[in-house]
């Protein structure tokens, strides 16, 4: 992968995360339907401007709780923005993480880390923290950028999940991406 690698996204390019172009592409209830119900607590790890949380956060109903996070204020600046005085604001927890903690306790059922991991430099770190939060039947999906991350790249990532304990199978299908859903082994 190039050392373009793990640069963190910045703030500024948060519009180009959240639009109704990347909607048409990329709708959020389509990719995640087959891994989120009613009444799952999950987690978005490096959500940005919260162009899935929010909707996670109908996915999981009522009775369901998102947790939101990311290492940038800003980025979650624009979720509080989003969710402010609606009925989301009771459902998405948000919380600011730390480059290589995420420190959250609570048990959750699914974890979401999309185009997030190539930013993240201590891979272990994470898979091992998400391993200690996932509930037994619980999942991850990974999904990484086409050009920015190199199969080499996303095949490592891969291998690190699996000296954690996780086993692999295929992601959704999505068109030039790179995707992978970890369980349990
Ligand atoms: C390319 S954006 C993707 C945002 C969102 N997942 C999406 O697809 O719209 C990557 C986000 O991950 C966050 N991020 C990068 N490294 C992180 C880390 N170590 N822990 C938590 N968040 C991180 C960045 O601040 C940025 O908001």
Redesign the pocket.
Known sequence: MSDRG?R????E??GS??NRI?RWF?NPQKILRPYIKEGMTVL?????????SVDMALMAGKSGQVIA????EG?LEKVRDKINGTELEARIKLHK????K?GVSNHVDFV?????VH???NKEG?FNEIWSILRPKGQVLI?E?PFHVSKSAFEETIKKARSVGFVDTNGPNMLFHKTVILKKG
């Open positions: 793990n963190v996204c910045p703030v390019r948060a995360l959240d990347r990329q978005e790890v490096g959500c940005g401007p919260g162009f899935f996070c990311d290492m940038q980025m993480c730390e480059e290589n995420i979401l880390l999309f185009y997030v930013e993240i430099p994470l999904v950028p």
